[in-house]
């Protein structure tokens, strides 16, 4: 089966940027949709951007104008340009495909 790694995590101070990137092994990437989750201490796992396999792409509200998700089907690449991070961006954040299972995700903290 289809495994996703996430990386690209870590600690920055609101306002800052990371850019996570999510790589399938194997799989036929390129005909799939891809989403990022994130599932933040005592809360649910959120959607936070899709993009189909024609590159086409929504968001929740709560990042719109400050995440891009973007994909590479020659590196089997998705990623997640977060800008203006803010603490309640704080969560591990995930990505998946319909093909593929969950990942161990990474984790983005937000603190000064």
């Known amino acids: 089966q289809v495994q996703l790694v996430e990386s690209g995590g870590g600690l920055v101070q609101p306002g800052g940027s990371l850019r996570l990137s999510c790589a399938a092994s194997?799989?036929?990437?390129?005909?799939?949709?891809m989403n990022w989750y994130r599932q933040a201490p005592g809360k649910q796992r959120e959607l936070v951007a899709t993009i189909t396999s024609d590159g086409s792409t929504t968001y929740a509200d709560s990042v719109k104008g400050r995440f891009i998700i973007s994909r590479d089907n020659a590196k089997k690449t998705a990623y997640l340009q977060m800008n203006s991070l803010k603490p309640d961006d704080t969560a591990v954040y995930y990505c998946?495909?319909?093909?593929?299972?969950w990942g161990q995700g990474t984790q983005v903290t937000v603190s000064s």
């Open positions: 194997g799989g036929f990437f390129r005909l799939y949709g």
């Open positions: 998946k495909s319909r093909e593929a299972t």
